[in-house]
Nanobody, 123 residues
């Protein structure tokens, strides 16, 4: 599976962005998908995950209520809608795919990673 993330950019605090992650291949709907982010000088951080069908979603406490993960299996794409953005959300955001059903909070669970897309939130 090859993953291509897009949609990052510069936004003012309180604004919104929607990230997309397009996947290649015909088996996208068999993978759980996750979003992670990494800010300069910090460790990679779990943001959100969604199971293969989209029925189950998981969020980090830091983004719960502000970010929404969703997927369109017909389009082989997973989305991250980010609202009420804060300067501390500034990071490189990456998407990842996993064949596993649990442990989706951990980066080690994921088998494939896309390149990151930069999100910068100005105060």
């Amino acid at each position: 599976v090859q993953l291509q993330a897009s949609g990052g950019g510069l936004v003012q605090a309180g604004g919104s962005l929607r990230l997309s992650c397009a996947a290649s291949g015909r088996t996208f709907n068999t993978y759980a998908m996750g979003w992670f982010r990494q800010a300069p000088g910090k460790e990679r951080e779990f943001i959100a995950a969604i199971n293969w069908s989209g029925a189950n979603t998981y969020y980090a406490d830091s983004v719960k209520g502000r970010f929404t993960i969703s997927r369109d299996n017909a389009e082989n794409t997973v989305y991250l809608q980010m609202n009420s953005l804060k300067p501390e959300d500034t990071a490189v955001y990456s998407c990842a795919a996993s064949k596993k059903y649990s442990g989706l909070y951990s980066a080690r669970t994921y088998d494939y990673w896309g390149q990151g897309t930069q999100v910068t939130v100005s105060s």
